[in-house]
């Protein structure tokens, strides 16, 4: 297959198209240092020339729901009509795990983005996903100085690589809608494993609202289950 992997070059984004091309398929990277601007759709017609599938992992780092929506929207608008133009059949979403749970600004942007993908003129798949362990070292990396603070999170974190490798296993096969929620094998607050990280800094929880706290960013039903521990990411990320 001929897969575009939208926001190639993120850190997931990398993940992904690694796992593609290991996969046997052709893959074309979307990102503005390859000349496509999604916000625009500069470059994006040649870029999805032949593609059969698309898989967005794009992202957006900012604190404010509105910045957040315009991206989603504008990007996921532009890609979806494009893609229609170019007969790929299949569009594929990365999206949270307790996105239709969770109202901060975010999250609502997020679900925007879902909304967009299933009503769009492409056949869509979105995968939901828990927090990355790589998630606990972000917020590690956020705050300069010896004091962390941390949001009071419960979740069931992932290795991004297992994710990457599930959303090439979704863009192979039809579209599917709501996929199954994917998440880590192990409950953990998100505190703790920022300490396991911190190495002498002092980490303290702040509130983050009763639906994270809560378990609202655990998978409510059935869900796949990631292979890698956190354990096992750390000791293989030091």
């Known amino acids: 297959m001929r897969m575009a992997v939208a926001g190639g070059t993120g850190w997931v984004g990398k993940l992904v198209v690694e796992r593609a091309r290991e996969a046997g398929h ?14 625009t759709g500069a ?3 040649e870029a999805l020339h032949g593609v059969d599938a698309v898989i967005d992992v794009t992202n957006v780092e900012t604190l404010s729901g509105k910045v957040a929506t315009e991206f989603f929207e504008t990007a996921t608008r532009t890609l979806l009509a494009a893609e229609k133009r170019s007969s790929v059949r299949h569009h594929v979403v990365l999206s949270i795990v307790g996105v239709d749970r969770v109202d901060s600004g975010y999250y609502r942007a997020k679900r925007r983005q ?3 993908a299933l009503a769009g003129p492409v056949p869509a798949t979105v995968l939901r996903a828990t927090q990355f ?10 705050v300069p100085g010896p004091v962390k603070l941390v949001p009071s999170m419960l979740t069931r974190p992932v290795a991004a690589a297992d994710v990457a490798t599930e959303l090439v296993r979704l863009a192979e096969g ?4 709501l996929a199954t929620d994917l998440a880590g094998p192990e409950v953990l607050k998100m505190s703790a ?3 396991r990280l911190a190495r002498g800094k002092l980490v303290l929880t ?4 009763r639906a994270m706290a809560g378990g609202a960013l655990l998978p ?4 796949h289950s990631g292979q890698v521990t956190f354990d096992q990411w750390l000791a293989a990320s030091r």
Do not use: C
């Not at 409510?220 to 869900?223: I, Q, S, T």
């Open 193 to 195: 494993m920022v300490r």
């Open 206 to 209: 702040v509130p983050a609202g």
């Open 133 to 142: 362990h790589e998630f606990a070292a972000q917020l590690l990396g956020r």
């Open 220 to 223: 409510a039903g059935e869900f």
């Open 43 to 45: 470059g994006l017609d």
């Open 174 to 177: 039809p579209a599917r809608g």
């Open 114 to 116: 879902e909304e967009l």
């Open 26 to 39: 052709d893959v074309v990277v979307i990102s503005r240092s390859n000349g496509v601007d999604l916000t």
